[in-house]
Structures are given as structure tokens and as C-alpha cells.
């Protein structure tokens, strides 16, 4: 490996003035050798495999530093690949890029996952502080009201002293959420069936099954990766354990609920919910859920977003400086762990 290697980009195009301002720019180009003029992204195809530069940028290059877009480390891009040893990826999840074929290959792989799960537990954060302050239920009635009332007679029920907060799944997130939450008077509880009883003790948590979590939980927030095992995890049932005026929020993937379960239950006004993923990602325009007084819901933007991709570029360019000074990664894809990230 050479002090200065050879560096191909590959993401998006659009996204590369967001991950890198001109200063972090000057920083990528003081580390490495970068490919000039391309941007790789998108599987290839039989309209851009022959693209001008393309397989001479691949052929000579020795890193990918990557984000969303990049494509697959699959047998085709491996061989037009020869010199490639790491993936730098600014982004979270490398789950539908990196392949067993790149394993077999040893490419290393450093991912910026733990900087894009920070704004995700800073929205749940916020969330379950609305939450507990029913947020959403005040504003419409403060609304209807428009004058003086007697809001504490009203509204005696809310707040966040000594709350029971759920936390699904004891992820890289779920356990940022864990910290952030532990200086606020809450219980929390957690299901993973990963976490050991001692584990959970060390995190200051008390670890449940998951039907209990959602029948103990004012607030249950969902932070578990999109398995086999997880899909449709919470459905009519566990929704109907959950307390009257509880709170699901989920930031994770919309799969792990069962979506016409949930506007049921949204529909009848028994439950709250704040929602920035969803299953189908999409809703038709005429779906009831946009309009619900009682839910919040939002487009994929709890992650990294704005300025926050900054964050993303910078922690990339971190790893890059330890891979050209011949340093292990700071955060390595541990491939045992492949087959349970989002």
C-alpha cells in the first residue's frame, strides 16, 4: 500500500458537495491520489460499461471512498478492480454493497454508520420528550381554544417524570437513544434478544420480551435492523397491547410494522405515533395517514441530512488518514455482524 492511495469516488454525484465542503475537499486530495473528472455510481451497465474512464479509473483504483449510489462490490466490479483493497463509506448502512465475493477478496471496509445513527437519536430523542408532552394533542386543542382555559385542569396527565420508554432493539442507535435518555427521570426498557442480562445491566436498562415492553411502554421506539426475523414485528396484536395513548415511533425501517394494522389504530385515535419510516416508503397520495391529528409523520429524514452530511464527509476522510498512515480503521464492518445491520 502506497502513503498516498489512489482514490475513486463513488456515490451519487449530486451527493458530493454536500460530504464535502472545499476545505474537506483540499483535505481528500492532500490524502490521496483521486481519480479526476468521474464519479462512480450505479451498477454498470451496457450503456455505461464502456463509459470513457471508467474501467482505466477501476482498474487503477485502490480505494472507494463511497456513499449512497456506490455500487455493489460484486464479482463484475471486483474484477474490473484488481488494485482494490477498502471501501471508505460516508454514509450508514454497507448492507446491499458489500458481497461475499468482496469478503473473499479481504477488501476492507470502514463505515460511517456511527455518525449517521447520531441525528437519528437525537430525533427520537425530541420525539419521546413530545411524546410524553403529548405535543401533538395540545397543539390541535390550543388550536379549537384560541383564548384562556384551564390547561393544567386539562392537561394533568402528561409529562416525562418516571415514563416507561421501550427501546426495540440495542443497536448502534437504540444505545445512542440509551444515553441520551439516561439524564431524564425515565425508565427504559429494552428488547434484543442479542443483549445479555449483564450487558443490559451495564447499559442501565432492564431487559424484556417484547410483548411486555409494549404493554409496560408509554413510548415505544423501534430501533431493530429489517430481518426475517423482524418483518411485521410489531402487528395488530402487539399493537393492541400497547397502552391507550401510547406512542410508537419509528425511525428504523417501516417493514418491522405492519402498516394497516398501525392506521387502524392511528384511525380510531387510540394510540400516537411518530413515524419517519414507512411500508410502502410511498403512500398514495389519498392515504388517510397525512392528515391524522395524532400522528407525526415524516420522510426518511431523521438520518443524516443537510449539514449533518458534513458530518458523514468527515468522518470518511478520518478513516482515509488512518488506511494511507498504514493504520486499522476506527470503525471496521465486523462481517459478523453483516448478516444483523439495517
Known amino acids: ?174 444505545r445512542r437513544v440509551i444515553e441520551l435518555l439516561h439524564p431524564y427521570d425515565l425508565d427504559l426498557v429494552v428488547h434484543d434478544p442479542f443483549l445479555a442480562p449483564a450487558e443490559a445491566a451495564d447499559l442501565g436498562v432492564r431487559g424484556v420480551e417484547l410483548d411486555e415492553l409494549c404493554a409496560v411502554s408509554d413510548v415505544v421506539s423501534l430501533h431493530a435492523p429489517h430481518l426475517p426475523a423482524t418483518e411485521g414485528m410489531i402487528d395488530a396484536r402487539r399493537l393492541a397491547l400497547m397502552r391507550d395513548g401510547a406512542t410508537l415511533i419509528n425511525t428504523a425501517r417501516g417493514a418491522l410494522v405492519d ?13 400516537n405515533a411518530v413515524i419517519d419510516t414507512i411500508d410502502p416508503d410511498l403512500l398514495p397520495a389519498d392515504s388517510p395517514l397525512y392528515d391524522l391529528p395524532n400522528l407525526l409523520l415524516t420522510p426518511h429524514i431523521a438520518g443524516s441530512f443537510g449539514n449533518e452530511t458534513r458530518r458523514l464527509g468527515d468522518a470518511a476522510l478520518d478513516e482515509l488518514a488512518r488506511y494511507a498512515a498504514g493504520l486499522p480503521f476506527a470503525h471496521p464492518l465486523a462481517d459478523d455482524r453483516l448478516d444483523r445491520i439495517a
Open 259 to 271: 402498516t394497516p394494522a398501525l392506521s387502524a389504530e392511528l384511525v380510531s385515535g387510540r394510540l
Open 1 to 174: 500500500m502506497s502513503s498516498r492511495p489512489t482514490v475513486l469516488l463513488a456515490m451519487e454525484p449530486a451527493l458530493l458537495p454536500g460530504l464535502l465542503d472545499a476545505q474537506a475537499l483540499a483535505r481528500l486530495n492532500h490524502l490521496a491520489d483521486v481519480v479526476p473528472g468521474l464519479i462512480l455510481h450505479g451498477p454498470a451497465g451496457p450503456s455505461d460499461a464502456g463509459a470513457p474512464g471508467r474501467s482505466a479509473a477501476l482498474a487503477g483504483a485502490e480505494v472507494l471512498f463511497a456513499s449512497w449510489g456506490c455500487p455493489p462490490l460484486d464479482e463484475e466490479l471486483l474484477a474490473a478492480a484488481p488494485r482494490l483493497q477498502a471501501l471508505v463509506y460516508a454514509a450508514g448502512s454497507v448492507k446491499g454493497i458489500v458481497t461475499e465475493s468482496s469478503r473473499r477478496r479481504g477488501v476492507q471496509v470502514s463505515t460511517a454508520a456511527w455518525a449517521n445513527a447520531l441525528p437519528v437519536a437525537e430525533y427520537t430523542v425530541a420525539a419521546v420528550l413530545f411524546a410524553n408532552k403529548q405535543i401533538l394533542a395540545v397543539r390541535e386543542e390550543f388550536r379549537r381554544v384560541r383564548g384562556t382555559h384551564d390547561w393544567r385542569g386539562q392537561l394533568g396527565h402528561i409529562g416525562n417524570y418516571r415514563r416507561t420508554i421501550g427501546i426495540v432493539g440495542a443497536s448502534r442507535i437504540g
